[in-house]
């Protein structure tokens, strides 16, 4: 799991996103807050003879400023982006649960496919040796004229059925190795094995408990809350943006004809100065109006998916925990009949070479065995994917 952490682009993405909207919430914070500046400016006018220089607007012919300046922005709208922006890390921090869940699923999917493709490769290459051997007690059988010819050229064509099965499950097997690989490391390394620990799982709990997690830990439904929380604020900064905002400025420096903090004359040049502005909203071509509508259709949309998102946990969760539930009562089933096919092969190869069974039994007997040990392998699989499944909706348990 920590490999595929490094290396899956989509849960990194996932954490990126994260990090980007933890950012955005520092950033819009820092704007609620008074922030310092410096200014530094120089001023040339040509002269006309008087000390105010040719151009009115201008202090003199020389002007040099060096100020610092407190700046300080009040206004509603600035406060409900800072609440959008701390719901939408909120938001992003509950997707990257998901993705992080979701990394899971893949992970054992992945894992334990090719756990089984192995398992199905090994029990393959049993096969292949059974036929093997049941082709040469056939073959001396024949000889012995205790059996027709029928029955060695029906060992042959199971014999090289088997070879295909394994020439199959080796495909298999070198694919869902190159599958793991590319999940988990970053040069595609093939020399690796895995640790096989498909073994009969513990019960799951009950369902109440189950669904008590999932009301709790469930990523899904909390990105879905807190998107409705963004949403809200979004509509309340649209509706102050019909509000007058103020701002308030300090400085102190010098603003003079000399650089320097006393004039020839003696006079001091440092000193301060405040300034207070008042922004009202007057008319703006409908951009205020049109962004609370948009908001509102965003809001709305935002409710649409919590909706949707606490119908689809509660089917989702029923669903997953009945698969689980089902996969994991299945498994004794199908080690019990992987345990009865092993038996009826060896009694069945038996019986044959007493002249007690047919060659088709042999074969119905080999290929059961088959079957009955795939089925089992296949079905420990399914369980370890359906808990995962399930685990994406309540967290570990």
Do not use: C
Request: charged share 20%.
């Amino acid at each position: 799991m920590e490999r595929a952490r490094k290396n899956n682009p989509e849960y990194r993405s996932a954490l990126t996103e994260f990090g980007v909207a933890k950012e955005d919430r520092v950033q819009s914070r820092a704007a609620l807050l008074p922030n310092l500046n410096y200014n530094a400016g120089f001023l040339y006018t040509e002269g006309n003879g008087t000390p105010a220089a040719r151009f009115i607007a201008n202090n003199g012919v020389h002007e040099y400023i060096s100020q610092g300046n407190v700046h300080q922005s009040i206004s509603l709208e600035n406060i409900a982006d800072y609440r959008r922006r701390r719901a939408a890390e909120a938001v992003a921090k509950a997707r990257s649960e998901i993705a992080a869940r979701g990394l899971v699923v893949t992970v054992v999917r992945t894992y334990y496919g090719f756990v089984v493709a192995q398992r199905k490769y090994a029990t393959a290459q049993r096969a292949a040796t059974e036929a093997q051997r049941f082709l040469d007690i056939s073959q001396k059988l024949e000889k012995g004229g205790e059996v027709a010819h029928s029955d060695v050229i029906k060992g042959q064509i199971q014999f090289l059925q088997q070879q295909r099965d394994l020439q199959e499950s080796e495909l298999e097997m070198n694919r869902g190795r190159l599958d793991l690989a590319v999940l988990v490391f970053p040069d595609f390394n093939e020399n690796f094995s895995v640790v096989d620990d498909l073994q009969l799982p513990e019960p799951l709990p009950p369902f109440p408990e189950v669904q008590a997690a999932a009301a709790n830990k469930n990523p899904v439904l909390r990105a879905a809350l807190a998107a409705v929380q963004e949403a809200n604020q979004e509509v309340a900064a649209a509706w102050n943006g019909f509000l007058p905002a103020l701002s308030l400025d300090y400085f102190y420096g010098i603003d003079a004809n000399q650089f320097a903090t006393r004039a020839p004359d003696g006079t001091r040049n440092l000193g301060y100065a405040a300034t207070a502005t008042l922004q009202l909203p007057v008319w703006n071509w409908g951009a205020n109006r049109s962004k609370l509508k948009q908001a509102g259709l965003r809001r709305e949309q935002a409710r649409v998916e919590l909706n949707f998102a606490q119908r689809q946990l509660l089917g989702n969760l029923r669903t997953f925990y009945e698969e689980a539930q089902t996969a994991r009562l299945q498994l004794e089933s199908l080690n019990q009949s992987a345990d009865l096919a092993t038996d009826s092969l060896r009694l069945t190869t038996m019986r044959y070479q007493a002249g007690e069974s047919t060659v088709l039994e042999v074969v119905d007997a080999q290929n059961t065995l088959t079957q009955a040990r795939n089925a089992f392998n296949d079905g420990q699989a399914r369980f370890r994917v359906a808990l995962a499944n399930l685990q994406t909706l309540t967290g570990n348990f």
